[in-house]
């Protein structure tokens, strides 16, 4: 006959206790990693977002959300201009601003045309269009190197945490 003998070190208790500490504490890990990592990722979008006036790079935010244990972000863009400018646009006609009422009132489009060196009058204008600027990508490549080392050490920690 054979003896045979199991023990567990350190107890069930102790352990399970261990994994409750070092979720509590990888969540919280999560929640600041994020909020830094979103922050980042704010900045290098606004590094990368075309400047004409600004108005629209100091317009892009972020957004942290989450339930649980899960949490994330997101880039949010003024738009429609966002889309616009992600996008493209095609060529296209723009009308007088307004209703037909108005066109016919007689409201055209009004504005100084710098190489004629006076104000010019227009019924619609033919936009050529814009070409695709994919700016969040550029930025999403330079953030996920960063943020693939910030993961990692999450959970190394959450191991460590375990450990001790």
């Given at each position: 006959m054979t003896n045979f003998s199991l023990k567990v070190t350190p107890p069930f208790r102790d352990l399970k206790g261990r994994f409750a500490k070092a979720d509590k504490?990888?969540?919280e890990d999560k929640k600041s990693m994020i909020h830094a990592q979103a922050r980042r990722m704010l900045g290098l979008g606004r590094e990368e977002a075309p400047e004409k006036t600004g108005e629209f790079k100091r317009g892009i935010s972020f957004k942290?959300?989450?339930?649980?244990?899960?949490?994330?972000?997101?880039?949010?863009?003024?738009?429609?201009?966002?889309?616009?400018?992600?996008?493209?646009?095609?060529?296209?006609?723009i009308p007088t601003g307004g209703s037909?009422?108005?066109?016919?009132?007689?409201?055209?489009?009004?504005?100084?045309?710098?190489?004629?060196?006076?104000?010019?009058?227009f019924w619609?204008?033919?936009?050529?269009?814009?070409?695709?600027?994919?700016?969040?990508?550029?930025?999403?490549?330079?953030?996920?190197?960063?943020?693939?080392?910030?993961?990692?050490?999450?959970?190394?920690?959450?191991?460590?945490?375990l450990a001790s």
């Open positions: 504490a990888l969540i942290v959300f989450g339930s649980g244990k899960a949490i994330g972000f997101t880039i949010q863009l003024p738009q429609p201009l966002g889309l616009w400018i992600q996008g493209g646009t095609k060529a296209h006609k037909a009422a108005q066109i016919a009132k007689g409201y055209p489009l009004r504005f100084y045309w710098a190489k004629a060196g006076r104000v010019v009058t619609s204008v033919n936009h050529p269009g814009t070409k695709k600027n994919k700016f969040m990508g550029r930025a999403y490549r330079r953030w996920l190197p960063g943020a693939r080392k910030d993961l990692a050490r999450i959970g190394r920690q959450y191991v460590r945490t």
